[in-house]
């Protein structure tokens, strides 16, 4: 008899086993009543993948893998794999997963994921980024760059701002990084945001984790001490379905991004969508980009996106690493 369900409390041990830590979104893989598996899949993201010794080579991961995608639902899922994994790429293929290009560290720059991990430095040290589940070119608007930048800094128990709230969609995705362990608040100027963001929250078992409040962002140093936040997103523009008439503005927006970054850690993330179609659209994106884009190199590394060959106003994605090295 083979099952795949949520980790309970019980597995702890077996979870020790297979080195996989009893956390939100872990799938046990169950043969005759015993734990032989686990992967953990939260927030469209896998942590990891392991099968016990005895058990491996016989389509174990495939099964834990292909039900945990399939209980997960719709949506793009993403993943890492460390150089040299020829197992657990051969398992990515099997189940749908490409592998997704990156670029190089720039000569003499060390990344920092593989310092932490303690593998050697350079390029061939690089872990490999996986994606399933998403069109071709995926990543290809702001949002998704911003999300899937997100997705690999974030970690559970973070703590970060969405200086944005809107309706609650970064706010909710911060908070499905973050965990229950983590923390995350969000400001907006608008009552009718606020309430959509804490409904959401709530409705997505959140409340706990996340929470919006009415206050400008012009206010983010009153609610963290400077080198306390891991994450701070912005989403600039007008609410989606709310008044277009209230919208952020370059004289707030970025002084309030440069609140956010002496906010954050070192090592923290900061990631910006540019949307400039509504009034003072093309100012604020002048300024935006002007402030992130001159930022000292020696104190942040700056990434932005540029989809200018599309018609309208594409929105312009923003990634900022406050560097710790
Ligand atoms: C594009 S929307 C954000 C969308 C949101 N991230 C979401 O997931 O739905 C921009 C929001 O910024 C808010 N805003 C404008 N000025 C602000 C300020 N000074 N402080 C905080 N929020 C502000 C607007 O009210 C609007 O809800």
């Not at 169950?30 to 392991?50: P, Q, S, W």
């Not at 657990?88 to 997704?100: D, K």
């Not at 996986?130 to 559970?156: I, K, M, Q, S, Y």
């Not at 891991?230 to 970025?254: E, M």
Request: glycine content about 14%; aromatic content about 6%; some cysteine.
């Amino acid at each position: 008899m083979l099952e795949v369900r949520a980790a309970r409390h019980g597995d702890a041990p077996a979870l020790d086993a297979l080195g996989a830590a009893p956390e939100a979104g872990v799938f046990v893989l169950e043969k005759n009543g015993a734990v032989i598996g686990a992967l953990t899949l939260r927030a469209g993201e896998i942590f990891g993948c392991a099968v016990a010794p005895e058990w491996r080579g016989r389509g174990y991961g495939t099964f834990l893998l292909r039900r945990a995608l399939r209980a997960a639902g719709p949506g793009p899922v993403y993943t890492q794999t460390p150089p040299g994994n020829a197992a657990m790429e051969a398992l990515l293929r099997r189940c749908g997963f490409r592998p997704q290009e990156q670029a190089l560290p720039a000569a003499g720059e060390e990344p920092a994921r593989a310092r932490e991990a303690g593998a050697a430095a350079g390029p061939l040290s690089l872990p490999q980024k996986w994606v399933r589940g998403a069109p071709d070119g995926d990543g290809e608007n702001a949002l998704a760059v911003a999300h899937a930048f997100l997705r690999t800094h974030v970690r559970p128990g973070a703590f970060a701002l969405d200086a944005t709230a809107g309706n609650g969609h970064d706010t909710l995705f911060l908070c499905r990084l973050v965990g229950a362990a983590g923390r995350v608040l969000a400001f907006d100027v608008q009552p009718q945001a606020v309430e959509n963001t804490n409904a959401r929250l709530r409705e997505n078992g959140c409340g706990q984790v996340g929470r919006a409040v009415l206050d400008s962002h012009a206010n983010l140093a009153a609610y963290a001490a400077p080198g306390s936040v891991d994450a701070a997103v912005f989403n600039l523009g007008y609410l989606p379905g709310g008044d277009h008439g209230v919208f952020t503005t370059p004289g707030v927006s970025v002084p309030a991004m440069r609140t956010a970054l002496e906010l954050l850690r070192p090592g923290g993330v900061m990631t910006v969508c540019v949307y400039y179609g509504g009034p003072q659209g093309m100012a604020e994106k002048d300024a935006v980009l002007a402030f992130l884009t001159g930022l000292p190199p020696e104190g942040y590394r700056v990434s932005v996106r540029d989809f200018s060959g599309r018609p309208g106003c594409p929105p312009i994605p923003v990634c900022i690493e406050k560097r710790a090295w």
